[in-house]
């Protein structure tokens, strides 16, 4: 018989709850991704670019809950693999506008393939309204507005 799910076996840190959840599903969707060379956060890139079209890569970067250094860290990669554009912005020099290349767009096409097998396996394994209940709820948490020092 499993062990009940107590405050001790638990832990008590939310960060580190959110973080080994975070890092053990990235694990799984790395894999599924792996097939047409990409990870989990470069497929979010791709898949955002391909949606919405060019934007800055502040905005890119507030899309995915990013700091501007950790999006740069992100789309240097794709840049130098011929996945993405990277140019002046046209509204302000200062900004750097981000888009799809070709290749990108035919990436991003492969990489739903396994997005979409990856997504569909978890959910059988996790449960169709718990998977949305758990989006739910990480889509509240980024909305938190938690004080910080």
Not at 31 to 49: E, F, K, M, P
Request: with cysteine; aromatic share 4%.
């Amino acid at each position: 018989m499993a062990s009940p799910l107590t405050e001790q076996a638990l832990g008590r840190c939310n960060n580190t709850a959110v973080r080994k959840a975070a890092r053990h599903l990235t694990r799984f969707y790395d894999a599924h991704l792996s097939r047409v060379g990409l990870r989990a956060t470069q497929y979010a890139i791709l898949n955002l670019l391909a949606q919405h079209g060019p934007t800055t890569m502040a905005a890119l970067a507030a899309r995915l809950t990013m700091d501007r250094a950790t999006m740069g860290h992100n789309l240097r990669p794709l840049e130098r693999d011929g996945l993405i554009t990277i140019r002046v912005g046209q509204a302000d020099r200062r900004e750097r506008e981000v888009g799809l290349s070709e290749l990108g767009a035919q990436r991003e096409r492969e990489g739903r393939t396994e997005w979409n097998a990856a997504q569909i396996l978890f959910e059988e394994e996790f449960g169709l309204e718990d998977a949305l209940a758990m989006r739910r709820i990480m889509a509240r948490i980024t909305r938190l507005e938690i004080p910080t020092l």
